[in-house]
């Protein structure tokens, strides 16, 4: 299960003069709901709807000939998913609290010779929100979601090593992380892996809720736990082993 915030923080430059905004409401009783849309040339469509951290958000774009990113509160180009790489659908636990955008948008000849193409959207936000930390109720929604925005744009509270295997029964070797923190356990960790590619773990008031997986990783699964002060993360085929003074600083 992936958490919404792309990172690794990806980003999609649409034209920003040719954004259109429509704000999405579930009807009543319902989790979900299916928008129809269309979208012409390099026009964009935002589609805005409100979740809470620890919710279930899942994204479903048909047909794929078009593309769509998730935009994290707070957000105006960086991406948690990005549908040009990552594929047609999306299914994540979500991180922050706040609006989020599902941003639809064309590519290559399609935007440049302004063709019209019309699309489906099926979304649906299930689940509890978390439970908010004794005495988070003061803090603002801009302090709760600065963490992801600084982990998009490398301005880490601290870097160093850990623990990494990124394919099945393979032996732990060192990778590095950078760490946005936002306090009591709350934080942002992007791990780079020898290749070069990266992963990004989120922490929610020191439990790790999930990564930026997608199906273009081929397994979505997510588990964590803790022993002592270690987490040891699974994420896909891929395992991470992280200090808790990553998280917490010290």
Not at 5 to 32: C, D, M, N, Y
Not at 46 to 60: C, E, S, T
Not at 170 to 181: E, I, L, Y
């Amino acid at each position: 299960m992936a958490v919404l915030t792309g990172l690794v923080l990806s980003v999609h430059w649409p034209s920003q003069a040719a954004i259109t905004e429509h704000a999405v409401q579930f009807p009543r009783g319902k989790s979900g709901t299916t928008i129809k849309g269309s979208v012409r040339g390099d026009q964009t469509v935002d589609y805005k709807l409100d979740a809470a951290a620890g919710q279930q958000m899942k994204v479903k774009l048909k047909p794929g000939n078009v593309y769509f990113n998730v935009l994290p509160p707070g957000s105006n180009d960086v991406a948690v998913f990005v549908g040009s790489r990552d594929g047609d659908s999306f299914a994540g636990t979500l991180s922050t609290a706040g609006t989020y955008r599902i941003r639809v948008y064309q590519m290559g000849n399609a935007a440049s010779t302004g063709k019209l193409r019309n699309f489906t959207i099926e979304v649906s936000i299930t689940g509890a929100a978390a439970a908010a930390a004794p005495g988070a109720a003061g803090g603002t929604a801009t302090a709760k979601q600065d963490h992801i925005e600084r982990a998009g744009q490398g301005r880490f509270d601290a870097t160093g090593k850990v623990p990494c295997a990124w394919a099945t029964g393979q032996p732990m070797n060192q990778c590095d992380f950078g760490v946005a923190r936002a306090g009591a356990g709350t934080a942002t960790v992007v791990v780079t892996r020898p290749d070069g590619r990266k992963r990004t773990i989120f922490f929610e008031k020191g439990q790790a809720l999930g990564a930026d997986l997608s199906q273009a990783d081929g397994d979505m699964t997510f588990r964590a736990s803790k022993e002592a002060d270690l987490f040891k993360i699974q994420a896909g085929r891929e395992r991470y082993e992280m200090p808790e003074a990553v998280i917490f600083g010290g």
